[in-house]
């Protein structure tokens, strides 16, 4: 059974920064692309950003570029995306996703999906 399992959400003023963590399980691919996704209320879910097995391909959407950084630990199964310079226009909820395959930028590309976990911007 494959689970994502987010942390480090929490409460932030504008201009601070968070690092969120995904810890994947039961995941039976030899490679596999993640991503994060966020959801803010009222709205849909929209993605973040993704990278590759490797960690070689990263891409971000346009709103969190030279703000977000993401990496990867294949040796703990573990995704990261570093956020700096928050604005409260990024509180939503953070979803982490992977895929039985590259990098994808579309929600129907992944096939797995963890809890969240909620980032709060404060202005």
């Known amino acids: 059974q494959v689970q994502l399992v987010e942390s480090g959400g929490g409460l932030v003023q504008a201009g601070g920064s968070l690092t969120l963590s995904c810890a994947a399980s039961?995941?039976?691919?030899?490679?596999?692309?993640m991503g994060w996704f966020r959801q803010a209320p009222g709205k849909g879910r929209e993605f973040v950003s993704t990278?590759?097995?490797?960690?070689?391909?990263?891409t971000y959407t346009d709103s969190v570029k030279g703000r977000f950084a993401i990496s990867r630990d294949n040796a703990k199964n573990t995704v990261y995306l570093r956020m700096n310079s928050l604005k409260p226009d990024d509180t939503a909820v953070y979803y982490c996703?992977?895929?039985?395959?590259?990098?994808?930028?579309?929600?129907?590309?992944?096939?797995?999906w963890g809890q969240g976990t909620q980032v709060t911007v404060s202005s």
């Open positions: 996703a992977a895929r039985n395959g590259p990098y994808g930028s579309t929600r129907d590309d992944y096939d797995y």
């Open positions: 039961g995941l039976t691919s030899r490679s596999f692309g």
């Open positions: 990278i590759s097995w490797k960690g070689v391909t990263k």
